[in-house]
Nanobody, 124 residues
Framework: QVQLVESGGDLVQPGDSLRLSCAAS????????MGWFRQVPGKVREFVAA????????YYGDSVKGRFTISRDGAKNTMYLQMNSLKYEDTAVYYC?????????????????WGQGTQVTVSS
């Protein structure tokens, strides 16, 4: 079983930076691809970024390219999302995901593990 716990969500102003963390536990989680999704009420969960099990490959959604950076620390079993130049439209609940096969990029996948989410609010 894999457990994921997000942290780092906060209320920030446009243009600010924020770093989210996802602490993972479970015997085989170090071999899983991991990623971030976000969701606002009434909308489908949106893919944000993903990273391969070894950290060598990363992939980003178009809306965050150039502003967000995903990374992971294998020794700590922790994944991060560095968010820069935050915009109002980045406001959402951010979820951590882990996939036993490849990188998690599909919000409708049935074999991912999910965290409970952390709220990010961008407001002036």
């Amino acid at each position: 079983q894999v457990q994921l716990v997000e942290s780092g969500g906060d209320l920030v102003q446009p243009g600010d930076s924020l770093r989210l963390s996802c602490a993972a536990s479970g015997r085989t989680v170090s071999s899983y691809g991991m990623g971030w999704f976000r969701q606002v009420p009434g909308k489908v969960r949106e893919f944000v970024a993903a990273i391969s099990w070894d950290g060598d490959v990363t992939y980003y959604g178009d809306s965050v390219k150039g502003r967000f950076t995903i990374s992971r620390d294998g020794a700590k079993n922790t994944m991060y999302l560095q968010m820069n130049s935050l915009k109002y439209e980045d406001t959402a609940v951010y979820y951590c995901a882990a996939s036993p096969q490849g990188m998690p990029t599909r919000s409708d996948a049935r074999n991912y593990y999910w965290g409970q989410g952390t709220q990010v609010t961008v407001s002036s």
